[in-house]
């Protein structure tokens, strides 16, 4: 067994913590042989439901499972952490103006961004799973003066997985079949799910649907899945959620397989025409635990039009919320 590191997740006690942290103690984001300690953050008044939680995690004896700390200090959840799943968020309530969304949700991630700033290790590894969740890294980020801004990434692999899902029913693979697939920009309706790259059995996946399904049936459903599991659930996506922030944290840790790449929710740097100042959808590699963007993808007109629609989403989110930025 290795030495254990120090995994913080927010929001512990809400129902993707729920799904989350049992299977980061069981070693399934960074293996059989890491053991982890958990620090675990919630607002106050969780904190006797957080209790429970961690009732159950020892009564797990997960032979990974090295510690947990249990509170709801900020400073004492991020002290010395190797990775943060920041999960807790202010939902939108009903009624709820965008412009309150953000600002709610700048009380919280703002704090976070200077605590881990002042707490975590270096390299600390940090998601965001809580929503608007790119333009919450993104506070965090920017209140993080002392860290590589790298260290701030936003949850769409869940919409990736989704992707692939809708996709592998469509053309009756399996989901392991398909490399390539990317998600572009916001964890929003706005995102979009890029096949052009994708493969299906080394073949293109773009060859093996009809465009019409691509454009009026892939790209919505993908787009509005949260919505729909809403629906039919009443709660939103939780298990998904918490499965995808895994694949994201584990491939960030761990690397992508040859040949294949991940979308991640990253800082742009200018690639593929989005200018620096967003957190933005991409597809990546990552090897030894830095994430590198895939280059030299052709971009057509009808791709173009979309990344534009997402990056100018992300820009008006991320002007409501400039104010909360710490000076660099
Ligand atoms: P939930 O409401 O069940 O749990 C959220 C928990 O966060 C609650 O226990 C709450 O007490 C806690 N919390 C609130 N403020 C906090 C703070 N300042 N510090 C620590 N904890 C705090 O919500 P659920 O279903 O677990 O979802 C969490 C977030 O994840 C939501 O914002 C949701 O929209 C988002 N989400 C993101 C997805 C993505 O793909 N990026 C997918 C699904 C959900």
């Given at each position: 067994?290795?030495?254990?590191v120090?995994?913080?997740?927010?929001?512990?006690?809400?129902?993707?913590?729920?799904?989350?942290?049992?299977?980061?103690?069981?070693?399934?984001?960074?293996?059989?042989?890491?053991p982890?300690?958990?620090?675990?953050?919630?607002?106050?008044?969780?904190?006797?439901?957080?209790?429970?939680?961690?009732?159950?995690?020892?009564?797990?004896?997960?032979?990974?499972?090295?510690?947990?700390v249990?509170?709801?200090?900020?400073?004492?959840?991020?002290k010395?952490?190797?990775?943060?799943?920041?999960?807790?968020?202010?939902?939108?309530?009903?009624?709820?103006?965008r412009?309150?969304?953000?600002?709610?949700?700048?009380?919280?991630f703002?704090?976070?961004?200077?605590?881990?700033?002042?707490?975590?290790?270096?390299?600390?590894?940090?998601?965001?799973v809580?929503?608007?969740?790119?333009?919450?890294?993104?506070?965090a980020?920017?209140?993080?003066?002392?860290?590589?801004?790298?260290?701030?990434?936003?949850?769409?692999?869940?919409?990736?997985?989704?992707?692939?899902s809708?996709?592998?029913?469509?053309?009756?693979?399996?989901?392991?079949?398909?490399?390539?697939?990317?998600?572009?920009?916001?964890?929003?309706?706005?995102?979009y799910?890029?096949?052009?790259?994708?493969?299906?059995?080394?073949?293109?996946?773009?060859?093996?649907?009809?465009?019409?399904?691509y454009?009026?049936?892939?790209?919505?459903?993908?787009?509005?899945?949260?919505?729909?599991?809403?629906?039919?659930r009443?709660?939103?996506?939780?298990?998904?959620?918490?499965?995808?922030?895994?694949?994201?944290?584990?491939?960030?840790a761990?690397?992508t397989?040859?040949?294949d790449?991940?979308?991640?929710?990253i800082?742009?740097?200018?690639?593929?025409?989005?200018?620096?100042?967003?957190?933005?959808?991409?597809?990546v590699?990552?090897?030894?635990?830095?994430?590198?963007?895939?280059?030299g993808?052709?971009i057509?007109?009808?791709?173009?039009?979309?990344?534009?629609?997402?990056?100018?989403?992300?820009?008006?989110?991320?002007?409501?919320?400039?104010?909360?930025?710490?000076?660099?």
């Amino acid at each position: 067994m290795k030495t254990p590191v120090r995994v913080a997740v927010t929001g512990a006690a809400g129902q993707i913590g729920y799904a989350l942290l049992f299977r980061i103690a069981a070693g399934d984001m960074l293996g059989p042989d890491q053991p982890v300690i958990l620090h675990l953050l919630e607002i106050t008044p969780a904190l006797p439901a957080l209790q429970g939680v961690v009732m159950e995690l020892n009564d797990c004896a997960f032979p990974t499972l090295a510690g947990v700390v249990a509170t709801d200090d900020v400073n004492v959840a991020f002290k010395d952490v190797d990775y943060a799943l920041l999960v807790g968020a202010r939902p939108r309530g009903p009624g709820m103006e965008r412009k309150d969304l953000l600002e709610a949700n700048g009380a919280i991630f703002a704090p976070q961004g200077k605590a881990l700033n002042d707490h975590a290790k270096r390299d600390v590894k940090v998601l965001v799973v809580g929503n608007p969740a790119n333009t919450n890294a993104l506070i965090a980020q920017q209140n993080a003066p002392d860290l590589d801004p790298n260290c701030f990434t936003a949850m769409v692999r869940l919409d990736h997985n989704r992707a692939l899902s809708q996709l592998a029913e469509k053309t009756g693979a399996h989901t392991t079949d398909i490399k390539r697939m990317t998600i572009w920009g916001n964890h929003s309706s706005t995102q979009y799910p890029d096949i052009h790259h994708a493969t299906i059995k080394g073949r293109p996946a773009i060859d093996a649907v009809d465009g019409a399904w691509y454009k009026d049936t892939f790209i919505p459903t993908v787009q509005q899945r949260g919505a729909a599991i809403i629906k039919a659930r009443g709660a939103s996506s939780a298990a998904s959620a918490a499965s995808a922030a895994i694949d994201h944290m584990r491939d960030w840790a761990r690397g992508t397989a040859d040949g294949d790449w991940v979308s991640m929710g990253i800082p742009s740097d200018g690639s593929y025409g989005i200018r620096p100042g967003v957190i933005y959808g991409y597809p990546v590699t990552i090897k030894d635990g830095r994430f590198t963007i895939v280059q030299g993808l052709e971009i057509g007109t009808f791709s173009r039009e979309r990344m534009d629609a997402t990056d100018k989403e992300l820009r008006e989110e991320r002007a409501g919320v400039e104010h909360l930025f710490a000076q660099r």
